[in-house]
Structures are given as C-alpha cells and as structure tokens.
C-alpha cells in the first residue's frame, strides 16, 4: 500500500522535516509513505483567498495519486480514534486501496475537494500550524500500522 501525505507548504522548520522522517522510515515493506509538498499561492497583489484556494486546488489535484482513496484532513471532519484510521487502513489494505491524505493550506481547501473525499477526517478540533500537521498525521499512521501488526508502539 502506498500511502501519500499532500500537503500546501514548502519550507518546513528543520524539526518538521526531521519528526515526519522519523515516522516515515518506520514502515516495513508493505507500506510506503511519502510526502509531496504542494506550492502553496502567494497571497496580495489581487490574489484573494478564493484565488489562491483555486490555484492550490489544481495544483493538489495534479498530485493526487490515481484511483487513490481521498482522506481530506478538515477541521469539521470525522473524529476517529487511532483504532479506527487502523480499521481504516486495514479496509483499504484489503480492498488493494493507495491513499492519499491531503492537507490544506493556509486559507483551507476548495469546497469540490471535500465533496470529492472518500473520508473528511479531523486531526484535532483546534487549529494547528501545518508543519505539525504533517508530523502528528504520520504518527497517527504509524500508530495505526503499529496496531495492525500488533506492535506494542500502541497501548490500550
């Protein structure tokens, strides 16, 4: 299974890079995560929020894996536990499923991604900054790919 995290953003801090690599080089075979960073509109000189949402949403759709599965990561989304994102990935493993799990920029997402999603998922209720978004996703998947393998990572 391929699993890849799109998110708006480029040039993370150097903690961001280094937390979501440590994440990342966990999986075994059977999984594989990466990132692609999407380039994120720059905003003033008429370019409203609007706009840039519609430039980041082309640019998000040209990334997306085809016959991907759409997590899209959304503040009103579904508020699954870690236990259940393993379900998840469990259902997509067995259905030969790639995913893709998309992280919006600074102004949100377009509203035709989010009616296009297979899932609308909430990492927290809060805002977050993005780069910790980043981090905190690939541990959640890494979470759930431990509890799949019943790797003692994830304690009840």
Known sequence: MKITILAVGTKMPRWVDEAYGDYAKRFGRDITLELKEIKPEKRGGGV????????????????????????????????????????GMKEWMAGGDDVAF???????????????????????????PHGMVRVMLAEQIYRAYSILNNHPYHRE
């Open 102 to 128: 998309i992280i919006g920029g600074a102004d949100g997402l377009a509203a035709e991604l989010k009616q296009r999603a297979d899932v609308l998922l909430q990492l927290s209720a809060m805002t977050l």
């Open 48 to 87: 409203t929020a609007e706009k840039g949402i519609a430039a980041e949403h082309e640019r998000l759709l040209a990334a997306i894996p085809p016959r991907a599965r759409l997590v899209v990561m959304d503040e009103r989304g579904k508020n699954w536990t870690s236990v259940r994102l393993a379900e």
